[in-house]
């Protein structure tokens, strides 16, 4: 339970971060550590008012109409968009992709495989695309970083990113996940759509083999899927 209230706290700092991108991350944080009266927890935030911020809100926001606090407010009461909402699967789907994004902000892929911090990870179907969940990288003294990493992603069969070294992707691979640098258009949604266009066709041999269905073009996987726009 303590983790899943740090994710919650996390997630709607950043929800605000972006609701907020005129104002610098660390002083919107600073205040509203200082707007609660007690420890930084999604308990602490419920009780949170528009008066309550208004009182020690830093000057960026003096100008901010009623709708907009009220925006702000809803974001650290748990009023999540969707690119930080995770909902998680009840059961497998069948013919379902899940693919991780390295991802700062949940919206581009941004992040070398190597340094990245966050994973957001979606459960993709011919016609559906849904965050299922949010995974955190934590140092493990006792593995080297991107085998932890690796075995974060467990379940998964992409891995997107901006970059990854050649041993990384090889012990990605080695984990069963394909990993896919990004080339161009580095938005999720884009890749996303992109991912649920090719499976809506005849597939490449090695996704056809994950989702278990016959496909004899062999050649048309490194191709296409690291053409993904």
Same mark, same amino acid.
């Given at each position: 339970?303590?983790?899943?209230?740090?994710?919650?706290?996390?997630?709607?700092?950043? /929800?605000?971060? *972006?609701?907020?991108? &005129?104002?610098? %991350? +660390?002083? $919107?944080?600073?205040?509203?550590?200082?707007?609660?009266?007690?420890?930084?927890?999604?308990?602490?935030?419920?009780?949170?008012?528009?008066?309550?911020?208004?009182?020690?809100?830093?000057?960026?926001?003096?100008?901010?109409?009623? /709708?907009?606090? *009220?925006?702000?407010? &809803?974001?650290? %009461? +748990?009023? $999540?968009?969707?690119?930080?909402?995770?909902?998680?699967?009840?059961?497998?789907?069948?013919?379902?992709?899940?693919?991780?994004?390295?991802?700062?902000?949940?919206?581009?892929?941004?992040?070398?495989?190597?340094?990245?911090?966050?994973?957001?990870?979606?459960?993709?179907?011919?016609?559906?695309?849904?965050?299922?969940?949010?995974?955190?990288?934590?140092?493990?003294?006792?593995?080297?970083?991107?085998?932890?990493?690796?075995?974060?992603?467990?379940?998964?069969?992409?891995?997107?990113?901006?970059?990854?070294?050649?041993?990384?992707?090889?012990?990605?691979?080695?984990?069963?996940?394909?990993?896919?640098?990004?080339?161009?258009?580095?938005?999720?949604?884009?890749?996303?759509?992109?991912?649920?266009?090719?499976?809506?066709?005849?597939?490449?041999?090695?996704?056809?083999?994950?989702?278990?269905?016959?496909?004899?073009?062999?050649?048309?996987?490194?191709?296409?899927?690291?053409?993904?726009?």
């Amino acid at each position: 339970m303590k983790n899943l209230l740090e994710s919650q706290v996390y997630w709607r700092l950043i /929800a605000l971060a *972006q609701a907020v991108p &005129e104002v610098e %991350q +660390g002083v $919107l944080f600073d205040w509203i550590s200082g707007a609660l009266n007690g420890p930084l927890s999604t308990a602490q935030m419920e009780k949170l008012t528009v008066d309550a911020l208004k009182a020690s809100a830093p000057a960026d926001l003096a100008g901010f109409s009623d /709708a907009r606090w *009220q925006v702000l407010l &809803e974001c650290l %009461q +748990g009023n $999540l968009p969707v690119h930080l909402d995770p909902k998680p699967v009840v059961q497998d789907v069948q013919d379902a992709l899940r693919v991780a994004f390295c991802s700062n902000d949940g919206l581009h892929v941004n992040g070398h495989f190597g340094n990245c911090h966050l994973f957001f990870i979606y459960q993709v179907t011919n016609d559906v695309s849904q965050l299922i969940d949010i995974r955190h990288f934590v140092e493990d003294e006792e593995q080297e970083d991107n085998e932890t990493r690796a075995r974060l992603l467990h379940s998964c069969h992409l891995l997107f990113c901006e970059a990854i070294g050649g041993p990384a992707a090889a012990r990605v691979i080695r984990h069963g996940i394909h990993p896919v640098k990004i080339k161009k258009d580095n938005r999720i949604d884009t890749q996303l759509d992109s991912l649920k266009t090719l499976m809506q066709g005849q597939l490449p041999p090695w996704l056809a083999k994950v989702l278990g269905r016959k496909d004899d073009l062999g050649k048309r996987f490194n191709n296409e899927l690291s053409e993904l726009e």
